[in-house]
């Protein structure tokens, strides 16, 4: 989940660069001028929402298969936890495809003199790219990163069970 918030700060943060609008409502209509900036924050915006093959997916579920698994919790608290984690994950949509469907369809409020102004260069597209190979990696391979971590978890856990 990292990486996507990582991304999705630093999209905003260009957004931001190029028009120097805070708001919601003043913004809209920048599907069309930034398209390489609309993919990437479009596929951000997606891997928040814990789709399969993104690594929020992942995330998502080793939550839940460790309330799950945990002898630690009682039957009531594992439920309650994963009443809140679902409410979670109910309102994350609702606010991702909402703010995607304002920034990039909406109503378009601003005027801008020049195309270089929408321009997304290499900077952009370097950051963009170095930020969505591993989303995509952990969420198609998570074995990776788990096989970094495996002898520290185990010895994590043999003393506390």
Do not use: C, H, W
């Not at 957004?15 to 993919?39: H, V, W």
């Not at 814990?50 to 945990?70: H, K, N, R, Y």
């Amino acid at each position: 989940m990292g990486f996507i918030i990582i991304g999705i700060g630093s999209i905003s943060g260009t957004g931001y660069d190029r028009l120097r609008l805070l708001y919601l409502e003043q913004m809209g209509g920048m599907a069309i001028p930034m398209p390489k900036i609309f993919t990437v924050f479009s596929i951000l915006s997606m891997a928040s929402l814990a789709l399969p093959g993104m690594s929020g997916f992942v995330a998502e579920l080793m939550i839940f298969f460790g309330i799950l698994t945990s002898q630690k919790y009682l039957l009531m608290t594992k439920i309650l936890i994963i009443f809140l984690n679902t409410i979670g994950i109910i309102i994350t949509p609702i606010y991702s495809l909402s703010m995607l469907r304002q920034m990039f369809y909406g109503y378009k409020l601003f005027n801008t003199p020049n195309s270089y102004f929408f321009y997304s260069g290499p900077r952009e597209l370097f950051i963009s790219i170095s930020i969505l190979i591993p989303v995509i990696g952990i969420g198609i391979y998570p074995d990776f990163i788990f096989s970094f971590s495996v002898d520290k978890v185990e010895a994590i856990l043999s003393n506390f069970f």
